[in-house]
């Protein structure tokens, strides 16, 4: 590996300390990459990858094979182990089968290969091309639920207060509370606030202010169908426990789950919970993509056309019938490749 590093690294002209500059790893740890006196780390791996454009699957079958030596390549016993450890890797493989694809296995790949490629554009915060993402954003969210302000109108609303003749008030709103919403998640990530049911509460109340004050920030008081989106006078569900159980679920999986399969469960656990009478889309699209830029991602934006709005809202409810759980989590992943390659291609140009 040290050989492939280090021949990449030339071929493409660069200096061990333009590397590091780039990627934000430290030069020294560059230099013993390629002497082979330190391993890099999986997604410093992938990173070194994507700037020396060296295919990632040998690359990484040469890290591993080097990890395996490293750690029991003198023991007396490695062959019989590592034997072991094939029949074993295979059967987790075989059992695991159903819970990731391997046609979202290779989107996960390809996205980390776009985030990795676009790491030395960083940082897109407050930039031109941020701002454009997160306006897109708004408008798109708003008009999944039946907003008819376009993206042009959006924009005018809420980055120069202008009023547009012929729409509602609750669009205006809509479209205002939107972008503070969007500013108030941007904010728990600045702080590194943990993210639990008082800041959930909080984007709901952001969401709905002015719009439906008695709901806003409050829990639904009747039980719905998921079905078939009913609603039905009944002693509620004890939701604030359904929330918590969601955030601890969370907590516990957040390093162990790809963030793409983090985010978009979240989202549908959300849904599934549907702790609000009104708001639950674009509370739960907000806080999927809290996770996503939390993990160093970008915003997941659903395109705001009716094909994607079918798409959308077809996987979702598979994925909340229980008939098809991961076309939702592919959906969110085609969505997050797309602006990935969006801002790549902006951010070099």
């Known amino acids: 590996m040290k050989t492939l590093l280090k021949t990449a690294r030339e071929q493409k002209g660069l200096k061990t300390r333009e590397v590091a500059q780039i990627l934000s790893i ?59 450890a094939k029949e074993e890797i295979k059967s987790n493989r075989e059992s695991s089968v159903k819970k990731v694809s391997a046609l979202l296995q290779k989107l996960l ?28 954003f708004t408008h798109s969210s708003n008009w999944i639920e039946g907003n008819t302000l376009t993206l042009t109108e ?26 503070e919403a969007l500013a108030f998640i941007k904010s728990v990530i ?22 439906v004050p008695k709901e806003a920030g409050h829990y639904r008081n009747i039980s719905i169908s998921i079905k078939d989106n009913s609603f039905i006078p009944a002693e509620p569900p004890t ?50 993509n809290l996770i996503l830029l939390q993990h160093g991602y970008q915003i997941a934006n659903i395109k705001a056309n009716e094909n994607e709005r079918m798409l959308y809202y077809q996987t979702l409810k598979a994925s909340l019938t229980r008939e098809n759980k991961e076309n939702f989590i592919v959906f969110v992943a085609q969505n997050e490749k797309a602006n990935l390659e969006k801002c790549l291609e902006s951010s070099s140009q």
């Open 109 to 136: 790949d390809e996205i980390d290969l776009l985030k990795a490629k676009l790491h030395p554009f960083r940082p897109l915060e407050n930039s031109t091309l941020q701002q454009i993402i997160e306006l897109e």
């Open 190 to 211: 600045q702080k590194n606030t943990p993210f639990g049911e008082k800041e959930l509460l909080s984007l709901h109340s952001i969401i709905l202010r002015g719009i």
């Open 154 to 179: 959006t924009d005018l609303v809420v980055n120069e207060g202008q009023t547009i003749e012929g729409k509602s008030m609750r669009e205006h709103l809509e479209a205002i509370n939107h972008q």
């Open 26 to 84: 430290d030069q020294a740890l560059i230099s013993k990459f390629e002497t082979g006196t330190r391993k890099p780390t999986r997604e410093q791996l992938i990173k070194l990858a994507a700037l020396l454009e060296i295919d990632l699957e040998p690359l990484m079958i040469i890290w591993l094979k080097e990890k395996i030596i490293q750690e029991i390549g003198h023991e007396e016993f490695a062959l019989q182990a590592l034997k072991a």
């Open 239 to 288: 939701i604030s426990k359904e929330i918590d159980a969601l955030f601890n679920w969370y907590e516990s999986n957040k390093n162990s789950i790809h963030p793409i399969i983090l985010a978009a469960t979240v989202k549908e656990r959300l849904m599934t919970i549907h702790p609000f009478i009104n708001g639950n889309g674009k509370v739960s699209r907000l806080i999927m």
